[in-house]
């Protein structure tokens, strides 16, 4: 499914590094997942690769991007893929609604960009977009059921998940997140959203053992799953 994605990357940009991740490494394990969906979200789309790529296995693929440059060829990429532009939404997703907040771009990063200012070694410059929870984007999107969520959004993870309500969070099968760690993001904080998906009733997977993280900062992948058929 792969192999028949097209995309465009820009030049002199870090867009080859999410290629790299999305379509060589395969980090998100698209190639195990099952080959149709009805619906996915990508919170944190970047330039649309992961949606691009989701494109061919489902019949609604919603992607969200707060950073402009990264939306406009977000719209590009899935365009180029046979998605619907009208699924392609300028938000971060956090835990109020009906605000503008900052996000920050890391310098000489083209894809260092995050709302949590800690998280961003060299500030360069910010912008402000409109915030959304995930709760209100579940509702302005009629998602009732999501097959898979994927997640990267550079910190804001906890925000993402911690504020939404259990009943919100049930609707989602299944979740693939990039977890954060540093000194500003400890792996308290981990445990406790980790602690709150339990409660929820998902399963979680990672690849790092959680009880034995230590503050230094680093990335992984994390993946929550419901009790439903037909997931790997």
């Not at 989602?172 to 904080?189: A, C, F, G, K, N």
Request: hydrophobic letters at 40%.
């Amino acid at each position: 499914m792969l192999d028949d994605c097209r995309v465009l990357l820009r030049p002199g940009t870090n867009d080859f590094l999410i290629f790299q991740e999305i379509f060589l490494l395969d980090i998100y394990s698209i190639r195990s997942l099952r080959n149709s969906f009805d619906s996915v979200i990508d919170i944190g789309a970047n330039i649309g690769l992961f949606s691009s790529a989701m494109l061919k296995r489902a019949k609604r693929v919603i992607a969200v991007e707060p950073v402009s440059e990264n939306y406009q060829q977000a719209l590009k990429n899935i365009d180029l893929n046979g998605g619907c532009s009208s699924d392609v939404l300028r938000y971060a997703i956090t835990t109020e609604s009906n605000q503008l907040v900052t996000v920050f771009h890391e310098k000489r990063n083209t894809v260092g960009h995050s709302l949590k200012r800690g998280w961003i070694k060299n500030i360069d410059s910010r912008e402000s977009v409109p915030a959304i929870t995930l709760s209100d984007l579940l509702r302005i999107t009629n998602c009732d059921s999501v097959d898979l969520l994927k997640c990267d959004v550079e910190g804001s993870e906890y925000d993402v998940f911690l504020c939404t309500p259990p009943e919100d969070l049930r609707k989602i099968h299944m979740i693939i997140m990039e977890v954060h760690i540093s000194v500003d993001l400890p792996p308290s904080l981990l445990k406790k959203l980790v602690s709150y998906l339990e409660s929820v009733g998902f399963s979680i997977y990672s690849e790092k053992e959680i009880s034995q993280l230590s503050p230094d900062r680093q990335s992984f992948i994390l993946t929550a799953k419901l009790p439903h058929d037909g997931f790997k």
